[in-house]
């Protein structure tokens, strides 16, 4: 019902990008909901859920930044990951003494060399349930290493929003971390929402920086009106 009063109002189409008359009140309506029920500030909608994942993260890890990544990360982050250009480790699947390593590792290199350092951003990438898999990330673990070392933590919750959790927000109300604690999430709307498209979510300075550097957000055309309404009446 709320795809067909989405389509009789709104069309089939969004004619354009979220910044090229590409913009509806059902977006903005559907990103506060979104925002409000995963507990942050800001979300941001993606057209589809693949390019959510791959967009955001070069949308902030660029060429000469170091980003840690679990072994088994979706296909989606991996092409994130490679259109970042950025210096990719990967540690062995949830297996946090590997990550720790890395990590000492990097830290010794950091030392070795000071003034690369202070212009190099660490970040680290996991899913909150892996898809090529199944298991759920040690987020805990993940947060006191983010803490430890000064890392960015990015958490992709495709598999795990509307699974995981009390009410669905997915691991990090499953393991009840603060939303703090994450630098970034993202999800889609097309598993457990049963719609299409999907979105990130942080802080508002977090966020905003997609709305001019996400290229899937930019330079797509937004989200179909009428998912969004299916998508709203879902959460």
Not at 34 to 61: D, K, Q, R
Not at 157 to 173: H, M, W
Not at 203 to 216: A, E, I, K, M, P
């Amino acid at each position: 019902e709320a795809a067909i009063e989405g389509l009789r109002r709104y069309g089939v189409g969004s004619c354009g990008p979220r910044g090229f008359f590409g913009t509806v009140d059902i977006h903005l309506e559907l990103e506060s909901r979104l925002a409000e029920f995963m507990g942050v500030e800001e979300a941001c909608l993606y057209s589809y859920g693949f390019s959510t994942v791959s967009s955001a993260i070069p949308s902030y890890a660029k060429q000469g930044d170091v980003i840690f990544a679990d072994a088994e990360v979706n296909y989606a982050i991996q092409m994130g990951l490679l259109a970042s250009r950025s210096q990719v480790y990967y540690f062995r699947h949830n297996d946090m003494g590997d990550l720790e390593r890395l990590l000492l590792e990097q830290q010794e290199r950091d030392t070795a060399d000071p003034r690369k350092a202070r212009v190099t951003r660490r970040f680290l990438v996991a899913e909150g349930i892996y898809a090529s898999v199944g298991d759920i990330c040690p987020l805990p673990d993940l947060v006191r290493l983010r803490r430890r070392f000064q890392l960015r933590l990015f958490v992709d919750e495709t598999c795990s929003f509307g699974v995981l959790g009390r009410t669905g927000r997915g691991v990090r109300e499953h393991f009840d971390v603060p939303s703090n604690e994450i630098d970034l999430m993202c999800a889609t709307l097309e598993h457990a929402v049963g719609s299409y498209g999907g979105f990130c979510c942080g802080t508002s300075f977090v966020v905003d920086h997609q709305r001019l550097s996400g290229l899937g957000y930019c330079f797509s055309a937004s989200l179909p009106p009428l998912q969004a309404s299916v998508s709203l009446q879902a959460v």
